[in-house]
């Protein structure tokens, strides 16, 4: 049976959630206009007023916000509310490392903690799960976001953090464990730390498991299941809108519901900027709605992904997103050619024996790209017959040759080789200087 948070919300008959959406639109147009230079600028300089917001439709109206603006306005500039109305920031060093701060009213946690609640729930949750936050606490969202939603759901909370992993093991445990919260690179090193310690998936009572916080395959979703004996939802978010639980996947896993009464989502042509229909893939922007720290107008997330409107059999009426397939500036560009990391991740996964941990590295070497991948395989595979072995390298070689249309050489380290992360997984090392 399907679980809900919030029945009525989450259901809600499409015409009557779009009502609500303009209104909340409306709403926050006025507002970030009235209390934020930022946007009074930005939106002056569009030649476009609050009052021109008439219709959904006319948010394509609206400027973009960037991750860029964001910087530029660092740290308060993009909030709307005084600093002493916000009771938390959050921040993220994205791949520069100059530092994006989101301010949060309590209005903004208190809102997280429902959606957080809402998203545990659709993954099975209830108030008598026993849940342990392994994502990261502190100024990452992964921690607290996933705390204040399990709290709120009247779950037995276990704020664990990521890290001291045999600890963690214990805790399963010996707290019963039900519901594991951290980044599905996390889940697998504690499968593996799990085989190490001589413990197996039946020794515990794991449920669910609730990850996200960086990209994964379906390949990935397999070996975790597998691994550690549970069910593994895709929880989706970024700091800037909220934190984890902008979208989640419910029971039936065609997509990850997004929360449309709190976040319009839009998908749009990264190159045109124009706005694209459902089933077309693009950059995915947000709209806050009814947040008050930081609202944000039309945020380019640089994750690529669709929308679709297709009903769920959940009864759930909020679009969906599929799985990001990756970000339009984590795209590698390999002699000419367009290569996401996850296409490279589902072609090694096809071969038996692969353990899920690589390494990309792209070189260039006499002015051409070389891309190496670093794949760990099982250890009585490295006790195989040297031409057994080779026949795999070549096998793989082909995959993902095939798969990416770059030809790219494998390499196999033995297990634990490749650096373990207890956050978001490092799979890319571009040592070109371009
Ligand atoms: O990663 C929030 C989060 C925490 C989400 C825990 C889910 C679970 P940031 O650190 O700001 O926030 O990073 C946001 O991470 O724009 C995506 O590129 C990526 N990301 C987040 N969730 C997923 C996911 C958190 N399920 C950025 N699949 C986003 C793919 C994801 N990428």
């Given at each position: 049976m399907t679980n809900y948070y919030e029945k009525e919300l989450e259901t809600m008959p499409r015409a009557i959630l779009e009502k609500l959406q303009l209104e909340r639109l409306k709403t926050t147009v006025e507002y970030v206009y009235k209390n934020c230079n930022f946007y009074s600028k930005k939106m002056d300089e569009a030649g476009?007023?609050?009052?021109?917001?008439?219709?959904?439709?006319?948010?394509?109206n609206l400027p973009f916000t960037t991750k860029q603006d964001l910087r530029d306005n660092y740290p308060f500039g993009a909030f709307s509310a005084q600093k002493s109305d916000i009771v938390r920031v959050h921040a993220s060093s994205g791949t520069t490392g100059k530092l994006t701060v989101a301010g949060y009213t309590q209005n903004d946690v208190d809102i997280w903690a429902t959606v957080m609640a809402r998203s545990l729930a659709a993954c099975g949750c209830s108030h008598s799960s026993v849940i342990n936050v392994a994502y990261g606490y502190?100024?990452?969202?992964?921690g607290l976001g996933a705390h204040y939603g399990s709290e709120l759901l009247g779950a037995l909370t276990i704020p664990a953090s990521s890290g001291n992993s045999k600890r963690q093991l214990q805790l399963f445990k010996d707290l019963g464990v039900t519901t594991l919260c951290c980044t599905p690179s996390y889940a697998l090193y504690l499968a593996d730390e799990m085989q190490n310690e001589g413990y197996s998936a039946s020794d515990f009572n794991l449920k669910q498991g609730v990850f996200g916080a960086e990209p994964w395959t379906e390949e990935m979703r397999e070996q975790i299941q597998n691994k550690l004996g549970l069910k593994a939802y895709n929880i989706y978010g970024l700091s800037e809108i909220i934190g984890p639980g902008v979208s989640v996947e419910c029971e039936y896993q065609c997509g990850s519901h997004i929360w449309e009464d709190h976040f319009l989502p839009e998908i749009i042509n990264?190159?045109?900027?124009e706005q694209a229909g459902y089933g077309q893939q693009g950059e995915l922007v947000f709209t806050t709605i009814s947040k008050t720290g930081m609202p944000l107008i039309r945020y380019r997330t640089r994750d690529l992904c669709s929308l679709t409107n297709e009903p769920c059999k959940c009864g759930r009426t909020h679009v969906s997103m599929t799985k990001v397939v990756g970000r339009s500036d984590d795209m590698l560009i390999i002699r000419g050619v367009n290569v996401f990391p996850s296409q490279i991740e589902s072609a090694l996964f096809t071969v038996k024996g692969i353990e899920p941990h690589y390494q990309i590295i792209v070189d260039r070497v006499n002015n051409l790209d070389t891309t190496e991948i670093q794949v760990e395989i099982e250890d009585k595979l490295f006790s195989d017959e040297v031409k057994n072995l080779q026949k795999l390298k070549s096998q793989l070689e082909k995959n993902v040759s095939n798969a990416i249309s770059v030809g790219v050489k494998i390499n196999f380290v033995s297990r634990g080789t490749i650096e373990r992360s207890q956050?978001?997984?490092?799979r890319v090392i571009d040592k070109r200087r371009i």
């Open positions: 476009i007023k609050p009052t021109d917001i008439k219709s959904l439709s006319d948010l394509k502190g100024l990452f969202t992964g990264p190159e045109t900027l956050g978001k997984a490092v």
